[in-house]
């Protein structure tokens, strides 16, 4: 079965920008695309707004902006949000593995986003509200921008995240027991040791017996545990 990640629309080069255009991303519509199944998502068209349309910001609390046209002033916070919460309703049953996000967007970007307080000045700590949600939604996941795939380093950690949720998704969709556990962490142990020693004895336990702890919750416990770790950096 073939990897399928949300993907922002625009960079595969849909023209759904503010302006009609597109962010055009290369290397994610040709060369990782010929291994994974994209599900586009433009955040601002699909809750209803208009290409083209007003450019627009994210003002007031970091933790909590409003997303507010640049002209007029209308504030889109509660049509972004309401639409945000039903995608990512509908998203949990595409089967995703993870997501790639267009950096610097009032919407979807990942980190690092502009938000303006009452005098007009910007700090760059914000998150997109559809971005925010999602990694709310689906904590494990994982997620990256398109600029910080431009990283050989990030690039390949996240492809190598994506892949391994790949194979884990396999080994749940069988008739996972707990000798195929063991399987699967003996598989893996030295790719989770390259990030992390510590998540790796900790897997290392839970996969040779995890006493008291139903099976279930004990896969749920690992795979939290194998995320965790190959976020970190490989040594």
């Known amino acids: 079965m073939r990897i399928k990640i949300g993907i922002s629309s625009c960079l595969l080069g849909n023209q759904v920008r503010y302006d009609g255009g597109h962010k055009l991303d290369r ?27 007003e450019p627009m910001r994210l003002e007031g609390e970091i933790e909590a902006p409003r997303l507010v046209t640049h002209r007029t002033r209308e504030d889109k916070t509660g049509r972004m949000l309401a639409w945000a919460d039903k995608r990512v309703g509908e998203l949990a049953g595409e089967g995703l593995l993870g997501f790639i996000f267009k950096s610097d967007s009032p919407s979807c970007g990942m980190e690092r986003v502009r938000v303006y307080d009452e005098k007009g000045e910007s700090a760059r700590k914000g998150v997109g509200l559809f971005a925010r949600r999602f990694m709310e939604h689906f904590p494990l996941l994982p997620v990256e921008e398109e600029g910080r795939l431009h990283d050989p380093a990030l690039r390949e950690n996240f492809i190598e995240r994506l892949f391994t949720m790949a194979r884990w998704r396999d080994f749940v969709g069988g008739k996972p027991d707990r000798d195929g556990l063991v399987e699967f962490h003996a598989r893996h142990k030295l790719l989770i040791q390259a990030h992390s020693t510590r ?37």
């Open 27 to 53: 290397f994610l519509a040709g060369t990782l695309g010929r291994y994974v199944d994209y599900v586009p998502v433009c955040p601002e068209v699909e809750c209803g707004m208009p290409i083209p349309r």
């Open 199 to 235: 998540h790796c004895r900790e897997m290392g336990r839970l996969a040779a017996g995890g006493k008291g702890v139903p099976f279930p919750g004990l896969l749920a416990d690992y795979r939290r545990l194998l995320m965790e770790a190959l976020k970190l950096r490989a040594t």
